[in-house]
């Protein structure tokens, strides 16, 4: 049964037009599905930055942004592309940590860098260590059937940094001025 409230909802929703759709469904979306395809292949899809950058390009198309505006986000995501592959060159993430950071530094523009490189440090720091505290000891026999898990307990293998990336931008673009104007309608 479909209440009043429940139409409300919709129409909100549908009142937001592309640029708050991409906020609330594409970001998340692909968020959520660079994470777990870290977590479980330790790759992430260039598919998945593509589509996050074409998804800024709706964006700036259809949102409340002005040209330096774009040129600003266009930048933050230069500036973080230019570090994470000198990082990535160094041998010290993967190339899809890379793209999938500069791919959201274009979507939070320099509004919400430092915040989100600093929350993506912290919870690469504490997923870093928590794998690292997994790994001292052997997996249980349910969990050692999986063969993700088995490569991930794996100490030669990385870590997925795609898990925290994602988690910060999460948490950080709520906060930054271009989701407050593009939700704002």
Partial sequence: MVGPEMVGAGSAIAG???A????????????????????????????????LVAGFAVLAATGPMSWSEI?????????????????????VIGGGDAKLAAATALWLGFDGLSDYLLTA???????????????AYPLPRRIARLPFA?????????????????????????ETEVWTRALAG
Avoid at 72 to 88: D, Y
Avoid at 121 to 135: E, P, V
């Fill in 71 to 91: 040129g600003f986000h266009l930048g933050a995501g230069a500036i973080v592309l230019a570090a994470t592959f000198t990082l990535f060159a160094f041998g």
């Fill in 121 to 135: 440090s912290i919870f690469g720091g504490a997923l870093t260590l928590a794998l690292l505290a997994a790994r």
């Fill in 150 to 174: 088995l490569h991930l307990h794996d100490a030669k293998t990385g870590i997925p940094y795609g898990i925290a990336l994602a988690g910060a931008a999460l948490i950080v673009l709520p």
């Fill in 16 to 18: 937001l037009g592309t």
């Fill in 20 to 51: 708050g759709f991409g906020l609330l469904v594409l970001f998340p979306f692909l968020m959520a599905y660079a994470a777990a395809s870290d977590l479980l292949t330790m790759l992430i899809p260039n598919r998945v930055s593509l589509a």
